[in-house]
Structures are given as structure tokens and as C-alpha cells.
């Protein structure tokens, strides 16, 4: 009986350990604010300030339509092919539907988007793998997928 006991308490505390812990409120309020510069950024048609929101490293990853992109020059250069000018780039808006910490320094991002065009109307989903690096949130990987 004991040793059924002690493995059900083994597994137990296993399965805590690997479950998803809550965001604080600080935290939560934190990654909120680097998504609404993000928002706010490319509404004003400004590419490199958006990017600012982004790990500024060649281990970045960003995956779209086209696949995978690796660093962040390479990603602001994709982001301006594909949204040359303020027309293609419209008006941006998220709805987060999930914030989960995956441990002191790694949350991940569930959300949708919505781009407003004269040209054509895009939405779909995105999941954002972020870190605090150097005591500051940033994407390290951004997975984009319209729906349209």
C-alpha cells in the first residue's frame, strides 16, 4: 500500500510540475502593453518600431504563409516585402484568447488578428512564444496564420 501511495505521489507531483502556471497580474499587464505597441506601431505604418517589440537576435523565428523566417533582420525584411506601404498594412487589432506562463521567464501567447484593408481584409490566428531577456519581454518565435 505504501508503495502505490509514494508512486501516486510521484506522479502527482510530476504532473504539477509540467501543468501551466498562472500569469501574475504584473506580468500579464506587461506582455498586454508589448502587444498594444505592437498594435499601436503598425497602425502608424511603422515597421521598425514593431520589430522593436521582437528578440533582436538570429534565433528569432517567425512562421507565415511563406514558412519559416530565421533572425530579426530577415524577419523586418519580410514584414516590409509583404506590407510595403500603409495601404497594405491597414489597421491592426488582436483579441488575446490566452496567456499561459511556461516558467519564470517563458510565456506563451494564443491570440487572433484583424487587418482592416482597403485592399482586402485579413484575419487569422498567432501564437507568440515570449521571454524576458535582459529584464524585458520579448518575442522570440511568432507563429502567423490567416484564414483567409
Sequence with gaps: ??????????????LSLFAHK???EKDKNSI????????????????????QTYWKS??????G????????QATLESYKKGYPDKAA??????S???ISKIDRKTVY????????????????????VIQRINNKWLIVSDHSSSSN
Excluded at 505504501?2 to 507531483?13: A, Q
Design 1 to 14: 500500500m505504501k508503495i502505490i501511495l509514494i508512486l501516486f505521489l510521484t506522479c502527482l507531483t510530476t
Design 32 to 51: 498586454e502593453n508589448l502587444l498594444n505597441k505592437q498594435v499601436e506601431s503598425w497602425n502608424e505604418g511603422n515597421l521598425e518600431k514593431f520589430m
Design 89 to 94: 498594412m491597414g489597421n491592426l487589432k488582436f
Design 65 to 72: 504563409s511563406r514558412g519559416p523566417t530565421y533572425g530579426w
Design 22 to 24: 498562472a500569469i501574475g
Design 109 to 128: 501567447v494564443i491570440g487572433k488578428f484583424y487587418l482592416t484593408r482597403n485592399i482586402g481584409n485579413l484575419n487569422g490566428h498567432f501564437t507568440l
Design 58 to 63: 538570429d534565433r528569432l523565428s517567425f512562421v
Design 96 to 98: 488575446i484568447l490566452n
